[in-house]
């Protein structure tokens, strides 16, 4: 039935992220063809692609506009770094085999209990979506029971990132404070700088990819689907028809940031390190834009828009860095204006009107000869 049930355009984009995990490798153990640098490139557009998808679940088929999505990638980034800080041991520069560098050197006299079982991958694992996905729960209980809803959702999560940005800064959180956590050694025992690990990361994370994609897919074309955007399009008729509206939301706010945190997971191994800068407002308000840009409601479209907008980042910001912000504005508000859909969106739109044509000139022939 799950399988009948997934349009073909889910077939497509997994077959090619598949398709993309298996190319990539080869072409860069094998030939030679791709460079490391764009390897560990591409995997992080497709973490970025993990994050815009998350959003897209809540904001496109809940209409929960969230500008604080990028707390959760950066909590599950900051979950994994603190696993590969615990296996760098006595290699670091102070040479302390269980407190990191930093601690060390801001005189902690124990390892802080935030940090216990991170030595283990399993508990990082687990801490990877538990972490982001109990904030997101508590954050959800509390707003969705008081139906806090629209714009003032919007800031109120905007302002949870802020808060979590200005905590980490500290020094006496644990974390590394604006520095953050770097020097990572290994992941799983493998040399993380190794060409071959850092193949293995991007086939992982495009495989992840497809898999949150096909799980994204399977919960908004079933009844609860349904549910969740009829909430979007009129939450008090859904509410006066017997729905438990807040239930519905907490449900797919929290997959949503467990989602969200995988990706910042994955994210960190591939760049190096992880700041408190990854809670910037600013981040979250990009991922936005990703999606807008993709298609809002199309789950594929915010793929689309998450590697198109970050590829372009990446070429502006090497040739030219002083209009890359504008760029961006620009962007968004030529999207908003020409393609309010996104590129998916206005491509959908394109091919059911193409589709429809044929039928419209049959009905009319039909109707001609029936005359």
């Known amino acids: 039935m799950l399988i009948s049930r997934l349009p073909v355009s889910a077939w497509i984009v997994t077959a090619i992220l598949i398709a993309l995990a298996i190319a990539v490798p080869v072409l860069h153990l094998s030939t030679g063809t791709i460079p ?23 904001w496109g088929y ?33 040479g302390n085999p269980i407190l990191p560098d930093f601690m060390v050197f801001l005189n902690y006299q124990s390892l802080p209990v935030t940090w216990w079982g991170f030595n283990w991958f399993p508990y990082a694992l687990l801490m990877v979506m538990l972490v982001p996905g109990v904030l997101a729960f508590v954050f959800g209980w509390f707003a969705f029971r008081s139906r806090v809803t629209g714009v003032y959702l919007s800031i109120i999560s905007q302002a ?22 770097t020097d ?40 609860l689907g349904r549910v969740l955007i009829a909430i979007r399009d009129a939450e008090s008729r859904t509410r006066f028809c017997g729905y438990r509206v807040e239930h519905y939301k907490l449900f797919v706010w929290t997959v949503s940031a467990v989602i969200a945190g995988i990706g910042g997971a994955l994210f960190v191994p591939q760049v190096g390190i992880i700041n408190p800068s990854e809670f910037s407002p600013a981040n979250s308000i990009e991922a936005v834009v ?45 999207v908003t ?35």
């Open 36 to 58: 490391t640098y764009i390897v560990s490139l591409l995997g992080k557009y497709l973490c970025y692609a993990i994050l815009a998808l998350s959003l897209d679940l809540v």
């Open 62 to 94: 809940c209409g929960i506009l969230s500008l604080g999505h990028g707390a959760f990638f950066a909590l599950g980034g900051y979950c994994m770094g603190m696993y590969l800080m615990r296996q760098i041991g006595s290699r670091g520069v102070y």
């Open 337 to 371: 204006l020409l393609l309010p859909k996104g590129i998916a969106g206005t491509l959908l739109d394109l091919f059911a009107s193409r589709r429809a044509e044929p039928r419209e000139v049959a009905a009319v022939a039909a109707q001609g000869a029936a005359e």
């Open 184 to 223: 990572f050694k290994d992941i799983l025992g493998f040399d993380i700088q190794a060409d071959a690990t850092r193949s293995a990361l991007f086939s992982i994370t495009a495989i992840v990819l497809a898999l949150a994609f096909l799980a994204c897919v399977h919960i908004t074309t079933s009844k």
């Open 290 to 334: 990703w999606v807008a840009l993709g298609g809002r409601g199309t789950l594929w479209g915010a793929i689309i828009g998450a590697i198109g907008v970050n590829a372009g980042k990446s070429w502006l910001t090497g040739a030219f860095p002083e209009i890359w912000l504008y760029a961006l504005g620009a962007l968004f508000v030529v």
């Open 160 to 181: 949870m990132t802020f808060a979590l940005l200005l905590a980490f800064f500290r020094n006496d959180m644990g974390f590394g404070g604006n520095n953050g956590l």
